[in-house]
């Protein structure tokens, strides 16, 4: 009897020991990590992007690495510092496509996972890198829209195309900002405007800067009976510094539609009761980040792969009438 109690004691003894060394290192454990790398931490989009991934985090149970990454090298050492943390995998908008092969030989030899957000990964022939996992813009068929969403507006004031020309900012080093313009210069020339009104100028830089020169030069080669301008480009940015380009040039808000794209970084300018800047095609930032990082979440404890190519190809005009409204209703309004 004894010995049978002296037994069933110990059994005790050694399961409570068991319970709590498993409560501890279950204490212990740390939150799973991921990093979030973005090329360009200063527009609105990619800080909306991080808010969402953040909420992503919260409502899942993980933590996210927010890291700006604008060139390699701060790529490559983010890679370092996100393995050093303990984290599992990273989702990134690489500050150059081309660096795809370095990043993923990076990422490999420290045992991370990655998937590309908005800007898609190439290789040293410039051929995509479809094995990565990318989600990202429908950017063509968003082009035609603001396309399109350019010649409504021009329509609506009435005006003739013999007098309106189209100035579109390039960035043709970016394949996603390259089919942006395209398909807008493409739904321009479909509603009427003649192809030889259309002036494509490259960036040199993608910021307000960069767009503001490229439309400075192309203004300049303008013909005289030039009365009408649309400004075109891959972003907000883009469509922002060519309307300052035309506002430097003497041309007033009536005689200028820019419509950009991203929405996200367009709420100041908007804001303004007035400027050329007639809108932006807004897609859904706030899903990209939130749904890249819950799919990384995803892959680093589950084994599931995110899917190769995800297209988001949803967006909506903003304007001055509707921007409040809109923004307010996926949460980007404050
Ligand atoms: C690119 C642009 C960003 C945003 C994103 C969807 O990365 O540089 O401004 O438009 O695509």
Same mark, same amino acid.
């Given at each position: 009897m004894n010995r049978r109690r002296a037994i069933h004691s110990l059994c005790c003894a050694a399961l409570a020991v068991t319970a709590v060394s498993l409560s501890s290192s279950l204490l212990a454990a740390e939150p799973v990590k991921i990093g979030f790398l973005v090329?360009?931490?200063?527009e609105p989009w990619f800080q909306t992007e991080w808010a969402f991934a953040e909420k992503a985090g919260k409502d899942k149970g993980f933590t996210v690495i927010k890291i700006a990454v604008p060139d390699g090298e701060k790529t490559l050492s983010a890679i370092d510092s996100l393995a050093a943390n303990g984290a599992k995998g990273f989702v990134i908008c690489p !500050?150059?496509?081309?660096l795809g092969p370095a990043i993923v030989a990076k990422a490999k030899a420290n045992g991370l996972k990655v998937m590309t957000v908005d800007d898609r990964f190439v290789d040293?022939?410039?051929?995509?890198?479809?094995?990565v996992p990318y989600l990202g813009m429908a950017a063509f068929e968003v082009g035609e829209k603001q396309g399109a969403a350019m010649a409504t507006e021009a329509k609506n004031r009435g005006w003739d195309w013999k007098e309106t020309y189209a100035v579109i900012n390039t960035f043709n080093e970016l394949d996603t900002g390259k089919k942006r313009t395209d398909g807008s210069a493409k739904a321009l020339e479909a509603a009427g405007?003649?192809?030889?009104?259309i002036l494509y100028t490259a960036q040199k830089t993608l910021d307000v800067p960069g767009s503001m020169d490229a439309t400075n030069s192309a203004l300049v080669k303008l !013909?005289?009976?030039?009365?009408n301008l649309i400004i075109g480009g891959m972003n907000d940015n883009t469509v922002l510094g060519g309307v300052r380009a035309t506002e430097s040039a003497g041309f007033t808000a009536t005689n200028v539609i820019g419509i950009g794209i991203n929405g996200t970084d367009a709420i100041g300018e908007l804001k303004k009761?007035?400027?050329?800047?007639?809108g932006s095609m807004l897609p859904s930032p706030h899903i990209e980040g939130y749904n890249t990082a819950a799919m990384m979440y995803e892959w680093v404890t589950t084994?599931?792969?995110?899917?190769k190519y995800t297209a988001m190809d949803e967006v909506t005009l903003i304007t001055r009438k509707n921007f409040q409204e809109e923004l307010t209703k996926i949460g980007l309004w404050n």
């Amino acid at each position: 009897m004894n010995r049978r109690r002296a037994i069933h004691s110990l059994c005790c003894a050694a399961l409570a020991v068991t319970a709590v060394s498993l409560s501890s290192s279950l204490l212990a454990a740390e939150p799973v990590k991921i990093g979030f790398l973005v090329k360009q931490a200063e527009e609105p989009w990619f800080q909306t992007e991080w808010a969402f991934a953040e909420k992503a985090g919260k409502d899942k149970g993980f933590t996210v690495i927010k890291i700006a990454v604008p060139d390699g090298e701060k790529t490559l050492s983010a890679i370092d510092s996100l393995a050093a943390n303990g984290a599992k995998g990273f989702v990134i908008c690489p !500050p150059d496509v081309g660096l795809g092969p370095a990043i993923v030989a990076k990422a490999k030899a420290n045992g991370l996972k990655v998937m590309t957000v908005d800007d898609r990964f190439v290789d040293a022939n410039g051929k995509f890198m479809e094995d990565v996992p990318y989600l990202g813009m429908a950017a063509f068929e968003v082009g035609e829209k603001q396309g399109a969403a350019m010649a409504t507006e021009a329509k609506n004031r009435g005006w003739d195309w013999k007098e309106t020309y189209a100035v579109i900012n390039t960035f043709n080093e970016l394949d996603t900002g390259k089919k942006r313009t395209d398909g807008s210069a493409k739904a321009l020339e479909a509603a009427g405007l003649p192809k030889e009104h259309i002036l494509y100028t490259a960036q040199k830089t993608l910021d307000v800067p960069g767009s503001m020169d490229a439309t400075n030069s192309a203004l300049v080669k303008l !013909p005289g009976g030039a009365k009408n301008l649309i400004i075109g480009g891959m972003n907000d940015n883009t469509v922002l510094g060519g309307v300052r380009a035309t506002e430097s040039a003497g041309f007033t808000a009536t005689n200028v539609i820019g419509i950009g794209i991203n929405g996200t970084d367009a709420i100041g300018e908007l804001k303004k009761p007035n400027s050329g800047f007639f809108g932006s095609m807004l897609p859904s930032p706030h899903i990209e980040g939130y749904n890249t990082a819950a799919m990384m979440y995803e892959w680093v404890t589950t084994g599931k792969e995110p899917p190769k190519y995800t297209a988001m190809d949803e967006v909506t005009l903003i304007t001055r009438k509707n921007f409040q409204e809109e923004l307010t209703k996926i949460g980007l309004w404050n």
